[in-house]
């Protein structure tokens, strides 16, 4: 479905609006107060969420950074690091919430191509050996959004999750978009989540949801998690309206997820085609495009901004462009007919510098 405002708007799957679905699902929620567990359609969420992931309980809370630190805060210890991979969510952009919540450490991991491996795992928990800080926590991301939304199978989940087990290290999962992990790779998100001991997913990501994320793990554990939210003025009331909207997008908008990756994969082949380097679109297996800025014109973002098409950057190498509920076929077309004027601006650029005999 497209934008109301006429935008074509692929800086983030966050920037959604409630289906009808939703709205009217949010309106006629029951609800009570989620502090006393008395929010009948907050419970529901959160065993509907814990079902799907193969836990045994689920918060929900109001983002994913707050989903993950959470998870960071219960099973890490202050004075250690955390192994995540270098380009993770929880490293670059939760604004050093790991240290300043939990009193831990960062070390990261190269992922490349969006992979953190067993071997990188088991030579980081090495260096205690020689007077490095102490491990206590493993986390990985899957989908890994800046290497394109890549989705990380679950025998490779698994066995990062043996090389931290072998060391009494715990797993937790930054899930936010594992819907899309499981219909890119054809499998469950129970299947993609069994390995880790936590895992978060987003409802306001792919799913399309208003607001809020799910924290699945052990009963225990979970507990603890929802004691730190109220530790952090994250309990709430009446949250049965929000996560109303979030039951439907789980239930109804992740049958819709391959929509998504088979435009973001057009969008991926065109740029590909029109400015050779800039990606590789054969990784682009779910909602996310992320492309080399230095392949890219210097005017990309304000050529399309300009044609009323909004997408944005992760760093100062990376253009990203995400697809999403609101944006259909057409909004596709018309970006890639904003990609060839951009091409074609830049023949002309390169005519006039560089004439030819031809």
């Known amino acids: ?37 008395e929010d009948p359609t907050v419970n529901r969420l959160e065993e509907l969420a814990a079902e799907l992931l193969g836990k045994e309980a689920a918060l929900y809370t109001a983002s994913g950074t707050l989903a993950n630190q959470l998870a960071i805060k219960v099973l890490s210890r202050p004075g250690t690091e955390l192994l995540c991979p270098a380009r993770a969510h929880v490293y670059r952009y939760e604004a050093a919430a790991v240290a300043s919540n939990s009193g831990v450490q960062i070390r990261p991991l190269p992922d490349e191509d969006g992979v953190v491996s067993p071997r990188a795992v088991a030579a980081a928990l090495e260096g205690s050996r020689h007077h490095f800080p102490p491990i206590s926590l493993v986390t990985i991301e899957n989908t890994h959004m800046p290497a394109s939304g890549r989705p990380a199978p679950a025998s490779e989940v698994a066995d990062v999750a043996w090389a931290a087990a072998a060391h009494a290290l715990p797993l937790h999962c930054d899930g936010a978009r594992l819907f899309n992990a499981a219909v890119a790779l054809n499998t469950t998100v129970h299947a993609l989540a069994a390995p880790a001991d936590t895992v978060m997913f987003c409802v306001s990501k792919g799913l399309a949801a208003p607001i809020g994320s799910l924290l699945g793990g052990r009963t225990s554990v979970i507990d603890e998690a929802r004691a730190q939210r109220a530790r952090l003025g994250g309990g709430w009331r009446q949250a049965g309206m929000l996560a109303a909207g979030a039951i439907v997008a789980i239930e109804e908008m992740s049958k819709r997820l391959a929509e998504d990756h088979e435009r973001a994969h057009r969008l991926a082949m065109a740029l590909a085609d029109r400015f050779p380097g800039a990606l590789d679109p054969d990784v682009v297996r779910t909602n996310i495009v992320c492309a080399r800025a230095d392949r890219l014109p210097s005017s990309f973002l304000t050529v399309l901004e300009s044609r009323g098409i909004r997408a944005g950057t992760i760093d100062a190498e990376t253009v990203r462009l995400v697809t999403h509920k609101d944006i259909d076929d057409a909004d596709v077309d018309r970006t890639i007919a904003a990609f060839d004027a951009l091409a074609l601006e830049g023949v002309e650029v390169r005519r006039t510098r560089w004439p030819t005999d031809e």
């Open 1 to 37: 479905m497209p934008s109301t405002d006429g935008r074509v708007d692929l800086r983030s799957d966050t920037v959604t609006t409630p289906s009808p679905e939703m709205r009217i699902a949010m309106a006629r929620a029951p609800v009570g107060d989620d502090v006393y567990r």
